[in-house]
């Protein structure tokens, strides 16, 4: 089966950076996406890796290791407004269904 | 450009009975994808359509169907419900089907809660 691993929760103060791990394992790997949703809220779109490396908007920036099977999410400069949950996902192939992480769920306090 | 918009955003019914969920994707987007979300299960996929045609079915029993028309307004329909339906429908859209980055548009879902 296809399986994404991700911490249940992270804590962290505002200012502070954090890191939001995802560990894949699946039959084949086409790209890496990150979602943020509110609670109550939609999950919108935050970045796609599809390559080794890091991208970076802004605030946030990916990071994926094929070889690893493994990237992350870092989040600098937290502010109260990134308390949200997270989650990865993985297209195994073209064409393919996006299959999702459980999520974590960040709580950033003051 | 308006959202992707989703109706009904609330419902409530009762074991047995079956439900239509609506979908309008974003102008320009023929592909549709419905989600199911429940606490601490994330995101499970139900199926995908893109020009009309289901392109990926996720691992859910037959009651769960769906359709695209051809203005790619999608819906999902929920025969004989089970409490364990009681979830947020999740539809998103995308430009492509198969290329790409493969950016997800998501509604607000619909809450549906089965007694």
């Known amino acids: 089966g296809q399986s994404l691993e991700q911490p249940s929760e992270v804590t962290a103060v505002e200012g502070a950076i954090v890191q939001i791990n995802c560990t894949y394992q699946t039959s084949g790997f086409y790209g890496l996406s990150w979602y943020q949703q509110h609670d109550g809220g939609a999950p919108t779109f935050l970045s796609y890796?599809?390559?080794?490396g890091l991208e970076e908007t802004g605030r946030f920036s990916s990071f994926l290791s094929r070889s690893d099977s493994y990237g992350y999410l870092l989040l600098q400069e937290l502010q109260m407004k990134d308390s949200a949950s997270y989650f990865c996902a993985v297209r195994v192939k073209a064409g393919t269904a996006l299959i999702f992480g459980k999520g974590t769920t960040l709580s950033v306090s003051s | 450009k308006a959202g992707v918009t989703q109706t009904p955003r609330y419902l409530i019914k009762t074991r047995g009975q079956q439900v239509t969920l609506s979908c309008s994707p974003i102008?320009?987007?023929?592909?549709v994808s419905w989600y199911q979300q429940t606490p601490g299960q994330g995101l499970q996929f139900l199926f995908e359509y893109f020009s009309e045609t289901q392109r990926n079915k996720g691992n859910f029993p037959g009651r769960f169907s769906g359709r695209q028309f051809s203005n790619s307004r999608s819906e999902m329909n929920v025969s004989t419900l089970e409490l364990g339906d009681s979830a947020l429908y999740l539809c998103?859209?995308?430009?492509?089907?198969?290329?790409?980055?493969?950016?997800?548009?998501f509604g607000p879902g619909t809450r549906l809660t089965v007694t």
């Open positions: 998103a859209s995308s430009l492509e089907w198969n290329r790409g980055a493969y950016e997800q548009y």
């Open positions: 102008s320009g987007h023929r592909s």
């Open positions: 890796n599809a390559l080794d």
